[in-house]
């Protein structure tokens, strides 16, 4: 029962944060994100604006979480499922597949993240979050749940893809300051994460020995 109870309960948060992002996705994109308060996001998603501040806290948090949300809990199923390659190929081919492609529907919403600064900022800290779900499945592929290499190896692949999307979202002097996303982000990421491939099969050698 205990188990059931705590099942719902989770589920309900998943919901109330599903209709937290969806909210402020859909009120910037119907008003423009200077027109958009906390307030108007949780009134909308039906919650308090207490609530709100239980799962973001900010706009502009909840907006990038529209187009990015459980991406990392993705990138680290992509790696774990490509176990017959090694791990450098398994985690950058499971990134760039994660990364490169937000979908069409999420077309509009990019636009929106990257014209305003506050919202590259925060699309650009979310390569954060795949951290430690990235560290459980190096730490699974190692065969080391308890050493530290998982999650140093982990937090460089975090640093690499926010390198990879500062690059990507940065305003042009060729286009008068405006941000042009190019189609270069698969680039940018495979540049950023070939440093640390070379460290992820060593490791990868070493727990085989």
Do not use: C
Not at 12 to 32: F, H, N, S, V
Not at 51 to 68: C, G, L
Request: hydrophobic content about 50%; overall charge negative.
């Amino acid at each position: 029962m205990t188990t059931r109870r705590t099942g719902l309960r989770e589920q309900k948060k998943q919901a109330t944060r599903q209709a937290l992002r969806e909210a402020a996705l859909r009120l910037a994109l119907e008003r423009g994100l200077e027109n958009v308060r906390v307030d108007d996001i949780a009134e909308a998603a039906g919650v308090s604006p207490r609530t709100y501040n239980n799962y973001f806290s900010s706009r502009e948090q909840a907006i990038v979480a529209a187009v990015t949300a459980e991406r990392e809990a993705r990138v680290a199923a992509a790696v774990a499922a490509r176990s017959a390659d090694g791990l450098a190929d398994a985690v950058v081919e499971a990134i760039v597949e994660q990364y490169a492609d937000p979908g069409e529907s999420h077309h509009d919403a990019l636009l929106l993240i990257t014209a305003r600064p506050a919202l590259r900022e925060a699309f650009v800290e979310t390569a954060g979050a795949v951290e430690h779900p990235l560290a459980d499945v190096i730490a699974q592929r190692l065969g080391d749940t308890d050493a530290q290499t998982p999650r140093v190896l982990a937090a460089s692949v975090a640093a690499a893809i926010r390198v990879a999307l500062d690059a990507w979202v940065q305003p042009s002097a060729a286009t008068g300051g405006l941000v042009v996303l190019s189609g270069s982000l698969p680039d940018l990421l495979r540049t950023a994460l070939a440093p640390l491939a070379p460290a992820l099969d060593a490791a990868e050698q070493r727990a085989q020995q």
